[in-house]
């Protein structure tokens, strides 16, 4: 699953694009963001 920012109300919510397809459960909102997890950088210790 999938976390993604809804366009319309701005809530992040959990989709499964292959199984329900595009749409808010919330508003019904078909326009969605790309919501990006937490990005672990890893620090090279020398
Ligand atoms: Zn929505």
Known sequence: M??????KCGRTVDIDPEKMGIKCPICGGKI???ERGTVAKKIKAR
């Open 32 to 34: 969605f963001y790309k």
């Open 2 to 7: 999938t976390s993604y920012k809804c366009g």
